[in-house]
């Protein structure tokens, strides 16, 4: 069983940043599945401008999202996604 590891901006280290939605979903999965806590930090990339509407953008090129693993996760949380 792992030890309870509080992720802090001073402990934490950027695993992934993707714009696919079902990439982010994979990661987490995984991420969940093997006992490894993560944080989720989502960005609207189309509320920068000041637009409301999205007539026109590609719904995949909207959001980003940033994956965060405790650092002592980050190695094992990096060869965890990227097997296949």
Do not use: P, W
Not at 7 to 36: K, P
Not at 67 to 84: F, G, S
Request: charge should be positive.
């Amino acid at each position: 069983m792992k030890k309870f590891k509080l992720i802090t901006i001073f402990n934490r280290r950027e695993l992934c940043i993707t714009m696919n939605n079902d990439e982010r979903f994979r990661i987490c999965t995984i991420l969940a599945q093997n006992g490894i806590k993560y944080d989720l930090v989502t960005t609207n990339l189309c509320s920068r401008s000041g637009r409301s509407g999205t007539f026109g953008i590609d719904i995949n090129s909207m959001y980003s999202y940033r994956i965060y693993v405790h650092k002592d996760d980050e190695e094992e949380a990096a060869y965890l996604i990227n097997k296949r």
